[in-house]
């Protein structure tokens, strides 16, 4: 109840879950995630919003596909129903991650770091980032395949992931919800400025400069670009929440 009535985005249910649980979600207004085993897919209850898979290969995305396809004719949807939110925790994964995330049922794509730093024997030592170069893979191939990549890490704080490039966060614990919720949103002050930038900016363009003065920063195009990425980040938060507050009517078919 604590996921429930906190503010996620979804919440991901254990594959024991009854369709009372399924329900009771829906009627909290969050988008329903169930995470089954590729095999229990065709089990999935038509209340659920997708399939939460581990990946490594474009196999491994096929065989999810197979199955959510064979549910969704069971179920008698015209069109793919399902979304997949592959969830990479080896190193095959991680060099797979191109192919992993431009499949066109993904709008997220996962990393766990813990599980890829027992998947390569290592530990976090005297400051070194065992995940430094596949964070920043799985990251990149999932924005250029307009993905949101996600993550489930422990070892560091919401905010130097997403300073990392993570745009949401697999959290266990409800008390979290709150913070991270508020590290992935920019802060009033953040929007404020981002807007002082954008209109100097475009005054200094219909004066004829692409390069002015605020206070005392100078503002060029790649700050105005920046300024503009937190003012849509921001929109898109504020778009996110609104839907959170309406509960879903209706999953059926």
Same mark, same amino acid.
């Given at each position: 109840m604590g996921?429930?009535?906190?503010?996620?985005? *979804?919440? !991901?249910?254990?594959?024991?879950v009854s369709q009372t649980d399924v329900d009771l979600a829906v009627e909290a207004g *969050?988008? !329903?995630l169930l995470h089954h085993t590729v095999g229990n897919a065709d089990r999935l209850p038509s209340g659920a919003a997708g399939l939460v898979v581990d990946a490594d290969t474009s196999r491994d995305m096929h065989d999810a596909i197979g199955r959510l396809a064979a549910t969704?004719?069971?179920l008698g949807a015209g069109h793919p129903f399902f979304e997949l939110l592959p969830v990479i925790s080896s190193p095959l994964g991680v060099w797979r991650a191109r192919e992993i995330a431009r499949f066109s049922r993904v709008r997220q794509v996962g990393f766990c770091e813990d599980a890829f730093i027992r998947a390569i024997g290592g530990a976090v030592d005297g400051g070194v980032d065992p995940?430094?170069?596949?964070?920043g893979r799985v990251v990149t191939e999932a924005l250029v395949a307009g993905a949101q990549p996600v993550c489930r890490a422990e070892r560091l704080s919401s905010s130097m992931l997403f300073n990392a490039g993570y745009r949401g966060f697999l959290i266990d614990d409800p008390v979290l919800i709150d913070l991270t919720n508020d590290v992935l949103t920019p802060s009033a002050e953040d929007v404020a400025y981002a807007e002082q930038v954008r209109d100097a900016f475009m005054e200094g363009v219909a004066g004829g400069t692409a390069a002015v003065r605020l206070g005392q920063r100078m503002i060029d195009v790649p700050v105005y670009k920046a300024a503009l990425g937190v003012l849509e980040w921001a929109d898109a938060c504020a778009a996110r929440e609104s839907t959170k507050r309406v509960p879903r009517q209706n999953h059926s078919m």
């Open positions: 996921s429930l009535t906190g503010g996620p985005d *979804a919440v !991901v249910l254990a594959d024991t *969050a988008d !329903v969704e004719a069971y995940c430094f170069y596949a964070r």
